[in-house]
């Protein structure tokens, strides 16, 4: 076992049947309360993003990827954009609608948030059913962005999300 491995075992909780029945939602609050914890733990996202090359902006999905991805993009000397839930970005906006594991939704990117070309690495906490990553991967490229991979705290491999990302690269630093 990783120490990255290690350390989400010991702090995530495993919530049954939330938000709905039959849904095991994966809670990482307890390690965003720890600042020890959690400054190592954004240290294993960071060497795992360093793997993918350069990277000229990190976009991180609402919201627990704007608790990641924001000191990601601070350590890497990337900036950062949110991908945020349907209606919350005020301008032009593009959007992606999109399954999960229990429902649809929406995502939406500001238009000239990511400039032609620039590398861009997705920083969320979970790869379920792949829906949010792969609508947030659209958006990126939709924005001219050339999407270098994800980095991610947690994988749930029995939902077979990552066949839905195709080849891009994608890094889960524990399978759950």
Same mark, same amino acid.
């Given at each position: 076992?990783?120490?990255?491995?290690?350390?989400?075992?010991?702090?995530?909780?495993? /919530?049954?049947?939330?938000?709905?029945?039959?849904? /095991?939602?994966?809670?990482?609050?307890?390690?965003?309360?720890?600042?020890?914890?959690?400054?190592?733990?954004?240290? %294993?996202?960071?060497?795992?993003?360093?793997?993918?090359? @350069?990277?000229?902006?990190?976009?991180? $999905?609402?919201?627990?990827?704007?608790?990641?991805?924001?000191?990601?993009?601070?350590?890497?000397?990337?900036?950062?954009?949110?991908?945020?839930?349907?209606?919350?970005? @005020?301008?032009?906006?593009?959007?992606?609608?999109?399954?999960? !594991?229990?429902?649809?939704?929406?995502? !939406?990117? %500001?238009?000239? *948030?990511?400039?032609?070309?620039?590398?861009?690495? $997705?920083?969320?906490?979970?790869?379920a059913t792949?829906?949010?990553?792969?609508?947030?991967?659209?958006?990126?490229?939709?924005s001219g962005?050339? %999407?270098?991979?994800?980095?991610? *705290? /947690?994988?749930?491999?029995?939902?077979?999300?990552?066949?839905?990302?195709?080849?891009?690269?994608? $890094?889960?630093?524990?399978?759950?």
């Amino acid at each position: 076992m990783t120490e990255a491995e290690a350390l989400l075992q010991r702090w995530v909780r495993s /919530i049954p049947d939330w938000p709905e029945p039959g849904v /095991i939602f994966r809670d990482l609050t307890p390690l965003f309360a720890d600042p020890t914890a959690f400054g190592e733990f954004i240290g %294993h996202l960071v060497g795992a993003a360093a793997s993918l090359g @350069p990277v000229d902006v990190v976009a991180g $999905i609402e919201a627990r990827g704007f608790i990641l991805g924001s000191p990601v993009a601070e350590r890497l000397r990337a900036g950062f954009v949110p991908i945020r839930k349907a209606g919350k970005l @005020p301008g032009k906006v593009h959007s992606m609608t999109f399954t999960l !594991e229990y429902s649809q939704a929406t995502i !939406e990117l %500001h238009a000239d *948030a990511i400039k032609p070309g620039e590398r861009v690495l $997705i920083v969320d906490d979970v790869l379920a059913t792949g829906g949010t990553l792969a609508a947030a991967s659209a958006l990126v490229v939709e924005s001219g962005g050339t %999407h270098v991979g994800n980095v991610l *705290a /947690i994988e749930l491999p029995a939902l077979a999300g990552r066949a839905r990302l195709g080849d891009t690269p994608t $890094i889960a630093l524990t399978e759950m």
